[in-house]
């Protein structure tokens, strides 16, 4: 296995090597263990990456405080995209971009589940749920940005549907740049703490001998054992365990 070191020059020999062939490359940064570790990385290669992230108004108030201070203790200037018609005032701050987009298709489809089936849309189709406050505000937001390559932080060993990923991936006419897919969780522990960088704070929760592995929407993440994979907590009443972000791209080699 590869010691960190190692693993961390690859890295950045993929970023140096995304940044070089594209002329137009962002950061995606969820705010979770696995994005602070790549943006990171990704800042020491170019420090003016632009850093853009996709929130959801489903999202724990402790992830809107998270970004506002590490945005601010790191200068990520990040660019925040979140489908709302009204932006959250936690996530409220002067030096932290907010762009609000269009809320009227989910709140349509939201109302729909609650009639007909009596659950909130992200229990009655967690799929659509995330198709609409996720994935539809990426594809916006790296269209506004004008990205014509995007970097991850997608590993390898988070999960069984994320083994077969690749450190290229193409996908509606952008370039998926995933540098630190061989970095294990105890790697990328062990990398924050070394650098100095603030968890937040779900990392820290114990609850009932299990912990917060995996971050995302609050409805819709639950801590798990050690034992088990890091997103057995995400959709746990369901066979979901992507939200459709890194859902398989078409193998495109570098």
């Given at each position: ?65 998270y970004i506002k201070e ?77 990205l014509d390559a995007w ?50 704070p779900w990392y820290k ?50």
């Amino acid at each position: 296995m590869k010691k960190i070191q190692e693993k961390i020059k690859s890295a950045k020999n993929i970023i140096e090597k995304a940044v070089e062939k594209y002329e137009n490359v962002g950061m995606a940064c969820s705010f979770g263990k696995d994005s602070m570790v790549t943006v990171d990385i990704a800042r020491e290669v170019d420090p003016e990456i632009q850093v853009f992230s996709v929130a959801t108004i489903f999202m724990p108030d402790e992830t809107f405080e998270y970004i506002k201070e590490m945005n601010r203790e790191m200068n990520l200037n990040t660019k925040v995209y979140i489908a709302t018609d009204e932006v959250p005032e936690l996530l409220q701050a002067e030096n932290l971009e907010v762009i609000s987009l269009p809320f009227g298709e989910f709140e349509a489809k939201a109302e729909e589940m609650r009639k007909n089936k009596g659950e909130p849309i992200y229990r009655a189709d967690p799929d659509e749920c995330c198709r609409l406050l996720k994935v539809k505000p990426l594809e916006y937001a790296l269209k506004d940005l004008d990205l014509d390559a995007w970097i991850s932080g997608l590993r390898n060993t988070e999960s069984s549907t994320r083994e077969d990923k690749d450190p290229f991936e193409r996908r509606d006419g952008h370039v998926k740049v995933n540098p630190i897919l061989p970095f294990t969780e105890r790697d990328v522990f062990g990398y924050l703490e070394e650098k100095g960088i603030k968890l937040h704070p779900w990392y820290k929760k114990d609850i009932d001998g299990k912990r917060y592995r995996s971050l995302g929407c609050a409805p819709c993440t639950e801590p798990v054992s050690d034992d088990g994979s890091e997103r057995e907590g995400r959709w746990s009443w369901c066979e979901k365990t992507e939200c459709g972000i890194h859902n398989r791209c078409p193998l495109y080699s570098e």
